[in-house]
C-alpha cells in the first residue's frame, strides 16, 4: 500500500458528459502529480501541484482541469468526454517540490475511466 | 527536452536466469533516474532511484540497477529470476532541477517456469 488513495476506482460515462476523479496524497507529501496511461501511449504526464499551486504542465487538454486544495487532495476534471479519453488515471505524491528535487514518487491504485 | 528509451517491449527469461530490461535517457542535466514495476491492475511501484554516487544501485524484490554516464543508459539487472517477477516494467528520468518525471514507453518481462 503506498498511501495515495483514488477514488472512483471504476468509472463508466458517456461521451459529452464529466467527471472528476480525486487523489489524496500520501501523509506529508506536499507534490500531487496525474498522470494518464492509454494502450497505445504509455504514461503520460498531465499536471503537478505542490502545495496548492500549480508546478508543471504536460500535455493535458483544455478539457481537463486540475486543482490541490489546502488539505493537499486533488482533483482532476475531465469535461467533453471522447472516446479517446478511456484510459487509466494515476494520481502520485512526493515529498519534496523544491529543487532539486531528488525524491520519488508514489502512485495510487488509479481510476479507471471508461467512455462509452 | 527528457526522454526515455526502452528498446524492447517484451523480455523473456528462464525462472533462475538473469534478467535485463534496458533503458536509455537522454537529458540536459544531471539526470535523477529511477524504475517503476507495475502489476496487472495495480499502480506502479517504486523499485530504486539513481541520484549520485555509486552507479551501481541495489534495490527492492533483489533488483538492481547501473548507471552509466557515457552510454547515458540505467538497466534494470536480477541475478536470477522469479515468476512472481513477470509485470510491466518502467524506466522515469527526471533532470536535477527540473519537476517533472518523463516515463519511458515500459517493458513487459515475463519469466517462464
Known amino acids: 500500500d503506498s498511501g495515495v488513495t483514488q477514488t472512483p476506482k471504476h468509472l463508466i460515462t458517456a461521451t459529452g458528459q464529466r467527471v472528476t476523479l480525486r487523489c489524496s496524497p500520501r501523509?506529508?507529501?506536499?507534490?500531487v502529480y496525474w498522470y494518464q496511461q492509454s494502450l497505445d501511449q504509455g504514461l503520460q504526464f498531465l499536471i503537478q501541484?505542490?502545495?496548492?499551486?500549480?508546478?508543471a504542465k504536460g500535455n493535458i487538454l483544455e478539457r481537463f482541469s486540475a486543482q490541490q486544495f489546502p488539505d493537499l487532495h486533488s482533483e482532476l476534471n475531465l469535461s467533453s468526454l471522447e472516446l479517446g479519453d478511456s484510459a487509466l488515471y494515476f494520481c502520485?505524491?512526493?515529498?519534496?517540490?523544491?529543487?532539486?528535487?531528488?525524491?520519488?514518487?508514489?502512485f495510487g491504485e488509479g481510476s479507471r475511466l471508461t467512455v462509452l | 527536452a527528457q526522454s526515455v528509451a526502452q528498446p524492447e517491449d517484451q523480455v523473456n527469461v528462464a525462472e533462475g536466469n538473469p534478467l535485463t530490461v534496458k533503458c536509455t535517457y537522454s537529458?540536459?542535466?544531471?539526470?535523477?533516474l529511477f524504475w517503476y514495476v507495475q502489476y496487472p491492475n495495480r499502480g506502479l511501484q517504486f523499485l530504486l532511484k539513481?541520484?549520485?554516487?555509486?552507479?551501481l544501485v541495489k534495490g527492492s524484490y533483489g533488483f538492481e540497477a547501473e548507471f552509466n554516464k557515457s552510454q547515458t543508459s540505467f538497466h534494470l539487472k536480477k541475478p536470477s529470476a522469479l515468476v512472481s517477477d513477470s509485470a510491466l516494467y518502467f524506466c522515469?528520468?527526471?533532470?536535477?532541477?527540473?519537476?517533472?518525471?518523463?516515463f519511458g514507453p515500459g517493458t513487459r518481462l515475463s519469466v517462464l517456469p
Open positions: 502520485a505524491s512526493s515529498t519534496t517540490g523544491g529543487f532539486p528535487n531528488t525524491g520519488e514518487l508514489f
Open positions: 501523509s506529508g507529501d506536499l507534490s
Open positions: 501541484y505542490y502545495n496548492g499551486e500549480e508546478r
Open positions: 537529458v540536459s542535466g544531471n539526470p535523477y
Open positions: 539513481y541520484i549520485t554516487g555509486d552507479n
Open positions: 522515469a528520468v527526471r533532470e536535477d532541477y527540473g519537476q517533472n518525471f518523463v
